[in-house]
């Protein structure tokens, strides 16, 4: 009987502050993109915290109400290093998080995940496991929702504008071989919102969509 312990991951959550995340949410009013923001954090953190190939949630942020709400929930917080690159940001943050839990690799994992489903993000890091980088692409089919690797050196983020293509050239491995739905299903619009509704989104974004009657 094999007694080798399962690849476990730090899973790094990179947190907009909510005065000027998710610009293309503003049709819904400015209260209902700051709480939507909010709760599509607290959805995806949560439904990550869950999963047994997940060490630890490590979320990057300046804004310091969701920091204190995200802690609450069990993550640990570290304050953005580099605001304006979201990629730099990563890297830094993959470097703290290998200092606080060597044992552990490292994924990136984009916030706004609201139907985020523990399953599937433990079967995709479970696949991701097996290969030195692997990601998981968007509904769109051309961005990226996470990327997972087996060392610092492997952890190339290009997340932002073809970013799937370009982790494609960086020799990653595109997780496309399970279903996981509501993973590839980010939120940018209150198009997307209502796909992720119909998905089934987590306990807060619920409320909030509720709340607002969206």
Same mark, same amino acid.
């Given at each position: 009987?094999?007694?080798?312990?399962?690849?476990? +991951?730090? &899973?790094? &959550?990179?947190?907009?502050?909510? $005065?000027?995340?998710?610009? @293309? %949410?503003?049709?819904?009013?400015?209260?209902? !993109?700051?709480?939507?923001?909010? *709760? +599509?954090?607290?959805?995806?953190?949560?439904?990550?915290? @869950?999963?047994?190939?997940?060490? #630890? /949630?490590?979320? /990057?942020?300046?804004?310091? &109400? =969701?920091?204190?709400?995200?802690?609450?929930?069990? *993550?640990?917080?570290?304050?953005?290093?580099?605001?304006?690159?979201?990629?730099?940001?990563?890297?830094?943050?993959?470097?703290?998080?290998?200092?606080?839990?060597?044992? %552990? !690799?490292?994924?990136?994992?984009?916030?706004?995940?609201?139907?985020?489903?523990?399953?599937?993000?433990? *079967?995709? =890091?479970?696949?991701?496991?097996?290969? #030195?980088? $692997? +990601? /998981?692409?968007?509904?769109?089919?051309?961005?990226?929702?996470?990327?997972? $690797?087996?060392? !610092?050196?492997? +952890?190339?983020?290009?997340?932002?504008?073809?970013?799937?293509?370009?982790?494609?050239?960086?020799? *990653?491995?595109?997780?496309?071989?399970?279903? /996981?739905?509501? =993973?590839?299903?980010?939120?940018?619009?209150?198009?997307?919102? $209502?796909?992720?509704?119909? %998905?089934?989104?987590? @306990? !807060?974004?619920?409320? &909030?969509? @509720?709340?607002?009657? %969206?």
């Amino acid at each position: 009987m094999s007694h080798e312990r399962p690849v476990r +991951f730090c &899973v790094i &959550v990179p947190v907009k502050a909510a $005065a000027y995340a998710k610009s @293309r %949410l503003s049709p819904l009013g400015d209260l209902a !993109r700051r709480e939507l923001v909010a *709760a +599509f954090a607290a959805d995806t953190v949560t439904a990550a915290l @869950r999963s047994p190939r997940v060490g #630890a /949630v490590l979320v /990057v942020t300046d804004d310091h &109400v =969701l920091a204190s709400g995200l802690r609450d929930l069990g *993550a640990h917080v570290v304050p953005d290093g580099a605001a304006d690159d979201l990629n730099a940001s990563l890297a830094q943050a993959a470097a703290e998080g290998h200092r606080r839990w060597p044992e %552990l !690799r490292t994924a990136a994992l984009c916030a706004d995940l609201p139907a985020l489903d523990t399953h599937q993000l433990t *079967a995709a =890091l479970e696949v991701a496991s097996r290969h #030195a980088a $692997a +990601f /998981v692409s968007d509904t769109a089919g051309d961005g990226t929702t996470m990327l997972a $690797a087996a060392s !610092r050196r492997d +952890f190339l983020p290009r997340f932002g504008p073809q970013s799937r293509d370009a982790h494609l050239a960086d020799g *990653a491995h595109e997780i496309d071989e399970i279903d /996981v739905p509501t =993973l590839h299903r980010d939120v940018d619009t209150p198009a997307d919102l $209502a796909d992720a509704v119909a %998905l089934g989104v987590g @306990r !807060r974004t619920t409320t &909030v969509t @509720r709340s607002l009657r %969206l």
